[in-house]
């Protein structure tokens, strides 16, 4: 990623300006019901981080400008006092108008971050990567997907990498562990305790060889240890991971992604 150092934290360079940050607080003041009621988000493309959105989508089309490659939204985002709920809702199709047999490598990052604010020094926060990948050629064997996660507050950062292969896809599929859809689904949830900051800060780093459609909805979630939070993340929040899970699109859903 093109990222700097801010204030002990990584930071897309777009994100550093002054006048940016002066904008921002001035929204959250005064359109956004509160602090951190507004969530911002990038994309890094084709070597260049997209200008900030305020609760909006991100969009990248691919190196030949063909077709999309990925999307994101950050719905259901939200930061108050003593806690931040964060999420990266992401369409990611590498096949799309690219032909058969295509073994070329594409990616990019999504970045998103709320603003919390703090009564506490630390807080319980918890990382998970929830998703659903297919492969269009799975006969390939070079065909891959990887996924690197990061959740970071205050520190020490959270962070989850996972690759899948067309050998794990093909193995999945002869046990009759792929979804209706043909996706091969999967969900992992770290957790830790960090320090608090001003921003809960999210990066989807996804870099992929061939042709691959992947869909996730991540969250990076924190509050202050109070004991039904300390139940919750005990639990792994699988009451809130179960209701923010969407439908699994097939193949033909996310040609042409918007």
Avoid at 24 to 40: D, E, K, P, R, T
Avoid at 66 to 71: E, F, I, N, P
Wanted: charged content about 15%; some cysteine.
């Amino acid at each position: 990623m093109n990222i700097i150092i801010l204030a002990g934290k990584l930071r897309p360079r777009k994100m550093v300006r002054a006048y940016f940050w002066g904008i921002i607080s001035a929204f959250l003041l005064f359109f956004g019901g509160g602090a951190g009621a507004a969530v911002i988000s990038q994309v890094f493309c084709n070597g260049v981080w997209s200008p900030p959105v305020i609760n909006g989508v991100v969009d990248c089309l691919n190196a030949q400008g063909t077709a999309h490659l990925g999307s994101a939204d950050s719905t259901g985002s939200s930061a108050g006092l003593d806690n931040f709920y964060n999420t990266i809702n992401a369409k990611y199709n590498s096949a799309a108008a690219r032909p058969e047999g295509y073994t070329g490598a594409d990616g990019l990052t999504f970045y998103s971050y709320t603003t919390p604010t703090w009564n506490v020094n630390k807080v319980n926060t918890s990382l998970t990567l929830n998703g659903g990948v297919q492969f269009s050629d799975p006969n390939i064997a070079q065909d891959s997907i990887t996924l690197d996660l990061i959740g970071w507050l205050g520190g020490p950062q959270l962070q989850i990498i996972k690759k899948i292969t067309t050998a794990d896809y093909n193995t999945a599929k002869q046990n009759g562990l792929l979804d209706q859809n043909g996706f091969l689904d999967f969900s992992v949830t770290v957790t830790g305790v960090q320090l608090v900051d001003p921003t809960a800060d999210e990066w989807l780093t996804i870099n992929s060889i061939g042709r691959v459609i992947y869909q996730n909805d991540d969250t990076f979630v924190g509050s202050a240890p109070e004991p039904a939070t300390l139940a919750l993340f005990a639990l792994g929040l699988p009451a809130l991971l179960v209701i923010r899970r969407r439908r699994m699109m097939s193949a033909a859903d996310f040609i042409g992604l918007v």
